[in-house]
């Protein structure tokens, strides 16, 4: 009786500790939950993801639909209205830059097929097409204590990299996904394809991206206590 009572005494508090295990997380769930009902091993759920147009083959690779199982953006997903949209370029820069939609898409396009690791265990394999960054970089001069590339969003997230890295893989700033114009949900008007980074390093509906001179800038997820450097490939080799 004397065992029974303290358990019965300690649920409540054991319920409490689990509350901020579900509230802080970086995504939403695993995709791999959905029934697989097609005989290639689409699930219904997944097969009604897929846009009208939306390429679904590539290079012999089944791609993902470029919409996830679940939205758990900061804010929900942003509705952004290109004709009033602008892609700024600040902080250490000789000479900040303003970008339209249209200016970034008249750049030269690059094609890529890379996939999307959230830190929550799903994954998607997207063929990108958009902008080098160090392409939208170049025209404003950085300046030599730049070592920081932050990218600000429209709701208010923000994630960084450092510039060695971004130009090294020469990243993507994409516009297209699996051969459709980028969905809101995926980041409308442009998403950072964060090659070998984790999920939280993707930036979607970006605005604003501001060259620093701070190595320890932490964003919005970073702050909270996820990896500033989250580099898949190292993680593979690590036992
Ligand atoms: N602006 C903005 N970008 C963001 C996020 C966000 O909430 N806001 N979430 C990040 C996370 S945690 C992931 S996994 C990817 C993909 O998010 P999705 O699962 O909602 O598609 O976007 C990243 N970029
Ligand atoms: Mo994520």
Redesign the pocket.
């Known amino acids: 009786m004397n065992t029974n009572g303290t358990l019965m005494r300690r649920l409540p508090l054991f319920l409490l500790l689990l509350i901020p295990l579900f509230a802080v997380t ?3 769930m695993n995709d791999g939950t959905e029934p697989d009902t097609s005989p290639d091993g689409i699930s219904s759920a997944t097969e009604k993801r897929y846009q009208e147009l939306e390429i679904r083959e590539y290079e012999g690779v089944r791609l993902d639909p470029s ?9 929900g ?2 509705q952004v209205n290109v004709e009033n949209y602008q892609l700024q370029i600040t902080g250490l820069v000789e000479k900040p830059i303003v970008y339209t939609y249209e200016d970034v898409l008249a750049l030269p396009a690059a094609e890529r097929l890379i996939t ?5 265990g ?1 994954d ?1 394999t997207v063929l990108w097409e958009g902008a080098r960054i160090s392409e939208l970089l170049e025209p404003a001069e950085i300046l030599p204590e730049a070592v920081t590339v932050i990218f600000h ?7 960084s990299m450092p510039l060695g890295t971004i130009l090294e893989r020469d990243m993507l700033l994409a516009y297209n996904a699996n051969g459709i114009k980028l969905p809101a ?3 409308y008007p442009f ?2 394809v964060a090659e070998d980074k ?9 605005d604003e991206i501001e060259l620093s001179d701070d190595p320890d800038y932490l964003g ?2 970073e702050r909270r206590g996820y990896d500033n450097d989250p580099d898949l490939r190292e993680a593979e080799t690590t036992p």
């Not at 999307?116 to 929550?120: D, G, M, P, R």
Request: aromatic residues 18%.
């Open positions: 970086a995504c939403n919409i996830g199982p679940r939205d758990n953006s900061i804010s997903i942003q999307l690791y959230c830190v929550e799903w998607a969003c429209v709701d208010d997230y923000s994630t949900a995926l980041g998403i950072v984790l999920g939280y390093k993707w930036a979607r509906w970006v919005y997820w």
